[in-house]
């Protein structure tokens, strides 16, 4: 027994020493960093091909239109103007925009004191001069027959001279063609005026009609008698058909090769405005209560055919004056086929030859 107490006193540091290492180790790894979950990535699938866009054949109305734009006008309506080349002054201005008017009332008269003071001088003269004529036809045996033929022409030159000069200040007053209404005045008194600017407008506004312009390519596929489809603002749309096609010698609304618009100047001298320069559209059933000036927009239907086989635009394909589609089968198979084309719409072309209705094509 007594040699058991010290082996056993001696064991005792050697299990404390242990269990010291062991605290320090598991004390140890609680203080190292702790290491950073694994991130979980997202499946990434691969992009998908588009499919491109598949259409059916199909059978329809096409209608191919051209379009132009305009305002409600009077069937009669005249734009009022002075002819006299020369600048002068707007003396007055008789009339305002609304007023009624009687056919030969004055509306408005330049600033002619100067040749009105002439025309009464040359009148006075003239007076003279044929009191001297008839002095001179009383001596007619006296003269020569050449002497006498001359006196008569000078005396012609000068009531000529002065018939001339009544003209230009009968031509300085502007007065009503007919009776109606002043819808426009672009002058006021102490204006410049030179020849065929615009001063008034007068309208019979009793009757309206549907005044259009359109461009001279499409004006060349339009005839009198074409369906039409107006679009009045305000209104809606209403159908009608061409009554009358522009003046081929007016400039209306680009229609002619000189360009220009009704009322503008072609570089040389101003075109007057009329009714006669635009395109006229007859209505089936003219709405009430419209005001003229109403603005709008035509469609004029140039070809219709019925139960055209049609594909959109999009599915047609041309390459070096060849016309072809993409055909599909039920199993998705793909194979080009030669068309034949017809009249196009901004939407759709027609197929006169190499497809029937059902069948599907391929857009681009």
Request: with cysteine.
């Amino acid at each position: 027994m007594e040699n058991f107490w010290p082996a056993k006193r001696a064991v005792r540091p050697v299990m404390l020493v242990c269990v010291a290492a062991a605290l320090a180790v598991s004390s140890g790894c609680s203080v190292l960093p702790k290491e950073d979950e694994e991130e979980t990535l997202p499946a990434i699938n691969p992009p998908k091909l588009s499919k491109k866009p598949e259409y059916t054949v199909k059978t329809e109305t096409l209608e191919t239109k051209v379009r132009g734009s305009g305002r409600l006008m009077a069937t009669k309506e005249e734009e009022l103007y002075f002819t006299d080349d020369t600048n002068k002054r707007l003396k007055e201005m008789y009339v305002k925009t609304g007023d009624k008017v009687e056919q030969g009332q004055l509306l408005a008269e330049l600033d002619v004191t100067e040749q009105e003071t002439q025309l009464k001088q040359r009148k006075l003269q003239l007076r003279k001069d044929e009191l001297q004529m008839i002095e001179t036809l009383r001596k007619a045996d006296e003269m020569s027959a050449e002497q006498l033929e001359q006196a008569k022409i000078d005396f012609e030159l000068k009531r000529e001279d002065v018939n001339k000069l009544e003209q230009d200040v009968a031509r300085a007053k502007l007065t009503a063609p007919f009776s109606g209404t002043v819808v426009s005045v672009y002058l006021k008194k102490g204006d410049t005026v030179k020849a065929y600017d615009a001063v008034a407008v007068i309208a019979d506004l009793n009757q309206l009609t549907v005044a259009a312009t359109i461009g001279p390519d499409d004006l060349k596929k339009v005839a009198v008698g074409m369906e039409a489809v107006v679009d009045i603002n305000g209104v809606g749309q209403q159908k009608g058909k061409v009554l009358q096609l522009p003046n081929p010698d007016s400039t209306s609304g680009g229609s002619q090769s000189g360009g220009g618009f009704p009322g503008q100047s072609n570089g040389q001298q101003r075109v007057p405005d009329s009714i006669d320069n635009y395109l006229l559209i007859q209505l089936d059933e003219f709405p009430p209560n419209l005001n003229r000036g109403t603005p709008l927009s035509v469609s004029i239907i140039t070809q219709r055919k019925e139960n055209a086989v049609t594909i959109p635009l999009a599915a047609l394909r041309s390459y070096s004056g060849r016309n072809y589609v993409q055909v599909v089968d039920d199993k998705g198979n793909k194979r080009e086929v030669d068309v034949e084309i017809g009249q196009q719409t901004s939407t759709d072309v027609e197929i006169v030859k190499g497809l029937t209705p059902g069948q599907k094509v391929v857009g681009r």
